[in-house]
């Protein structure tokens, strides 16, 4: 019978046990984490004050800033304006100060009104720096691909949540985002009214 003797295994033996699996076999993937709401924030000017490049302006009105931003309302920046009759909201202000404010309807179209103010901003408590992820959304994209836009005036409440956002479709979404677990959902209604609310994913939330 022979007698086996156990030498220390040398450690470049290691390193090529090791390469030889890496070779032979296919690397494990890692797993992804759970997808999460992308926070955005909507910049229409360049850190000098001028309008960044792609901003198409549609027009150019003057007016006065009278409140807070009520779409907007986390952005120290936006404010709730008024031209003639017509009310402008979220109005953002340049860093300049002189410059004109830039008014858009949604975060998307690139579009943006320039209100030239008379009188000046209205005065608001400020922050050290926006809470954004405990903050209100101006806009959110929903997993079911629809683009929503907070609603600033009075709506009817559905199942006893109100009316928060209006979407192109003519859905809604209606009551608090539920901000539980890294991807926020809120309740959703297509426009036909269906008999149900649905949750939906928020892939993104515009402030």
Do not use: H, K
């Amino acid at each position: 019978m022979t007698a086996r003797t156990n030498f220390p295994t040398p450690p470049w033996s290691l390193a090529l046990v090791t390469l030889a699996l890496g070779a032979g076999f296919p690397a494990i993937a890692q797993t992804a984490g759970p997808p999460a709401t992308e926070l955005r924030l909507y910049t229409p000017f360049t850190p000098g004050g001028g309008l960044l490049v792609g901003v198409a302006v549609t027009g150019q009105v003057g007016g006065s800033c009278f409140a807070a931003s009520v779409a907007s309302p986390t952005r120290p920046d936006a404010y709730r304006c008024s031209a003639g009759n017509r009310i402008l909201d979220p109005c953002f202000a340049p860093l300049n100060d002189r410059a004109p404010l830039a008014c858009s309807t949604d975060p998307w179209g690139a579009n943006a009104v320039l209100l030239t103010r008379s009188g000046a901003l209205p005065g608001r408590t400020r922050a050290a720096e926006p809470n954004y992820p405990a903050g209100t959304p101006w806009a959110l994209e929903l997993a079911n691909g629809q683009r929503c836009v907070a609603l600033t005036g009075a709506t009817a409440p559905v199942a006893g949540l109100r009316v928060n956002y209006g979407c192109p479709d003519g859905g809604v979404v209606a009551g608090s985002i539920d901000r539980s677990s890294p991807l926020w959902r809120v309740f959703y209604q297509t426009a036909n009214r269906s008999l149900s609310l649905t949750q939906v994913g928020v892939r993104a939330a515009w402030f």
